[in-house]
Nanobody
Framework: QVQLVESGGGLVQTGGSLRLSCALS????????MGWFRQAPDNERKFVAA????????SYADSVKARFTVSRDNAKNALYLQMDSLKPEDTAVYYC????????????????WGQGTQVTVSS
């Protein structure tokens, strides 16, 4: 059974950085397109970034372009999200997810989800 576990969230000041990690178990990471999503209180879950199976292609939400970087290490079965220049509006629970389809921002295409990690950016 596939399991995803996020880590690395926390409290950071505006302008700071955090690196989220997502560990996959039960299958090999290379089998999946991987994505990051986030959900703020009273908001729907929104796309943040995605990365292709080999890592050659990436996609970002406009709100995080040039500030966030998604990467993966298939040998370690790990997915990462480097978040720089953080803003209070980045505050949310961040989820990693796995898809067997093509690179996409559609959360409906992702079949496995982690439990989430809280990121709080103070002003």
């Amino acid at each position: 059974q596939v399991q995803l576990v996020e880590s690395g969230g926390g409290l950071v000041q505006t302008g700071g950085s955090l690196r989220l990690s997502c560990a996959l178990s039960g299958r090999t990471l290379v089998s999946y397109v991987m994505g990051w999503f986030r959900q703020a209180p009273d908001n729907e879950r929104k796309f943040v970034a995605a990365i292709s199976r080999t890592g050659s292609d990436t996609s970002y939400a406009d709100s995080v372009k040039a500030r966030f970087t998604v990467s993966r290490d298939n040998a370690k079965n790990a997915l990462y999200l480097q978040m720089d220049s953080l803003k209070p509006e980045d505050t949310a629970v961040y989820y990693c997810a796995a898809s067997v389809g093509a690179l996409t921002s559609d959360p409906q295409a992702y079949i496995y989800w982690g439990q989430g990690t809280q990121v709080t950016v103070s002003s």
